[in-house]
């Protein structure tokens, strides 16, 4: 009987493998360091050269993180309340944060945590900011269901793209954005279930994706600009083509809202941190899930995020920690 049971085992993994299945145990994400916040924590970004995580908590710090070791570089608190987005700029000289409660940006310098310039961005709270490829400027989205732009240089509102809007939940929470490349295209996802795309030219909007019957939390593009991944409240990852601004998988595993996506610099994986506590990583040609990650407990993922050359993936959640995984070996797979 036992012999028959391991004979049905060893036949099983190259059956799964064939059928486009999960990937063998060798192939599983490691983690690999452990950061530990006072309290939740919201959102991750990797420094343009993956020597540094930013991480953003509820408290309203923002620590900087020394990738090979593991060490706390630098700790400040600049907002009163929950940080709900970190990202760096283009030359890894500066960091915004984004706070909800005081609906303010913060730059901070990244060597010395001195404060650069304060952004009066929403009243009722931001809820997403990233960095124009160019640095030049920033776009942040919040409450007031606009994109709204900033010259970082003079801290002053350049315009502001309007289109998002939700009359039936009275929402209208813009708490995700993303660049193409190139800079030419914004992407923002909404409250009120659609993801825009914007001509960063005109300042007009290019198209509406639909598809989603829940909130969108989260939009990543890909690194070749044709592909738009969405997470959302439905459970769901859905991909989309940029040309023809039509939606092409969706993305079923997740048990609950799925938090975050983002693409894995070669662009051929995709992960998506969910309210279930897991972090999944996708096939991005094909949907398959590749793996599950699941060393958070009970705690909510929040944010996931890749650094430049793709071999460690950080996910921060509820449980107060930042986790290092080590991807490398799931990424070789793709070369």
């Not at 350049?158 to 295209?185: E, I, Q, Y």
């Not at 997740?254 to 983002?262: C, G």
Request: charged share 25%; net charge positive; glycine share 10%.
């Amino acid at each position: 009987m036992k012999l028959r049971y391991l004979l049905i085992l060893s036949l099983a993994v190259p059956t799964a493998l064939l059928f486009g299945g999960r990937q063998s145990l060798a192939q599983e994400p490691k983690e690999r360091l452990t950061l530990v916040h006072a309290d939740q924590v919201k959102s991750v970004a990797f420094s343009p050269d993956g020597k540094m995580v930013a991480s953003g908590s509820r408290d309203g710090t923002v620590k900087l993180w020394d990738v090979a070791t593991g060490k706390e570089r630098s700790s400040f608190k600049r907002h009163t309340g929950l940080v709900i987005a970190v990202a760096f700029s283009p030359d890894g000289k500066t960091l915004v944060s984004g706070g909800i409660q005081d609906g303010r940006l913060v730059l901070c310098d990244v060597m010395t945590g001195e404060e650069k310039a304060t952004f009066k961005a929403d009243i009722n709270g931001v809820g997403s900011v990233v960095f124009v490829p160019d640095g030049k400027m920033l776009a942040s989205g919040g409450y007031h269901g606009a994109v709204k732009l900033w010259d970082v240089a003079t801290a002053k509102e350049k315009t502001a793209l309007k289109g998002h809007d939700d009359r039936f939940r009275g929402v209208r929470l813009v708490n995700s954005l993303a660049f193409t490349t190139d800079g030419k295209t914004l992407a923002s996802g909404s409250w009120d279930s659609t993801i825009k795309l914007w001509d960063m030219a005109t300042g007009k909007e290019r198209t509406t994706l639909k598809g989603h019957v829940g909130l969108v939390n989260s939009v990543a593009v890909s690194p070749d600009g044709n592909t738009v991944a969405s997470g959302s409240f439905d459970n769901t990852v859905k991909l989309w083509d940029v040309a023809m601004g039509k939606e092409r998988l969706t993305l079923k595993g997740h048990k609950n809202s799925v938090t975050s996506v983002a693409f894995s610099p070669d662009g051929k994986t995709l992960a998506s941190g969910s309210v279930d506590s897991t972090i999944r990583l996708w096939d991005a040609a094909t949907g398959t899930e590749r793996a599950t990650l699941k060393r958070h407990g009970r705690g909510a993922v929040w944010s996931v995020a890749f650094p430049p050359d793709g071999n460690l993936l950080a996910s921060g959640s509820d449980d107060k920690t930042v986790k290092l995984w080590d991807v490398s070996t799931l990424m070789k797979t793709d070369k």
